[in-house]
C-alpha cells in the first residue's frame, strides 16, 4: 500500500479545516522525516507524581486510520532481533504500509536520517542520523523505507511493532 499523503495535500487538508493541529503535526512530519514520536503519557491532574500510560494499539489506530484514509487492520507482532524488523513487516502484511509504530518495555534509540525516505538513491551511510527514543511511555512511528538503525540490541524485552495488514 503506497503513501497517500503529500505535502501539498496535507497542507490542503489543514488549511480546509479537515485536520486537528495534532494530526497536522503527525502526518507533516511522518511525510517530511519519516518518523513520528508519539507520548503515551497521560497527565493525571488530581496526582502529578501519578502518570497514566494510553494503550498503545489503541493510540496508534487513529494514526494508521488518518494515513491510509480508511479503517486500518493493524497486525501486532513482536521480535527481538531488531534488525529484521523490515523482513518482519514484509512478511506479515499483504500489502504492507511502509510506515510501523513500535513500542518496548526497555528503553531504547534508534538513529534515523530525517527525510531519508524521499530520495533513497541518496543513502550511502547513516551519517547524520538523529536519535529517536523509544520505551514504555512512547510509541515512535518510523518510515521503514528510512535509513535507521536501532541501536539497542541488548535488551531482553521484544519490540511490540504495529504495522497495517
Known amino acids: 500500500m503506497p503513501f497517500v499523503h503529500r505535502a501539498d495535500s496535507i ?7 479537515w485536520l486537528a493541529p495534532a494530526d497536522f503535526t ?3 512530519l511522518v ?3 519519516g518518523a513520528y514520536d508519539c507520548s503515551l ?3 493525571n491532574y488530581n496526582n502529578p507524581q501519578n502518570v497514566d ?3 498503545p494499539m489503541a493510540t496508534a489506530q487513529p494514526l494508521f486510520d488518518l494515513l491510509c484514509l480508511r479503517k486500518a487492520m493493524i497486525v501486532s507482532l513482536e521480535t527481538l532481533a531488531s534488525r529484521n524488523l523490515v523482513e518482519l513487516v514484509l512478511g506479515s502484511a499483504k500489502k504492507p504500509l511502509p510506515i510501523v509504530a513500535f513500542t518496548c518495555a526497555e528503553t531504547g534509540s534508534i538513529s534515523v536520517v530525517e527525510g531519508s525516505h524521499q530520495d533513497v538513491e541518496q543513502i550511502k551511510s547513516l551519517a547524520g542520523a538523529v536519535d529517536y527514543p523509544y ?3 512512547r510509541l515512535l512511528f518510523l518510515n521503514l523505507v528510512c535509513a ?3 541501536k539497542s540490541d541488548s535488551h531482553q524485552a521484544p519490540l ?3 504495522a497495517v495488514e
Open 11 to 17: 497542507e490542503w487538508m489543514r488549511s480546509s479545516g
Open 26 to 28: 503527525f502526518l507533516k
Open 31 to 33: 511525510h517530511q522525516i
Open 41 to 43: 503519557r497521560q497527565p
Open 53 to 55: 500510560l494510553l494503550e
Open 135 to 137: 520505551g514504555p511511555d
Open 148 to 150: 535507521f538503525a536501532i
Open 160 to 162: 511490540k511493532v504495529f
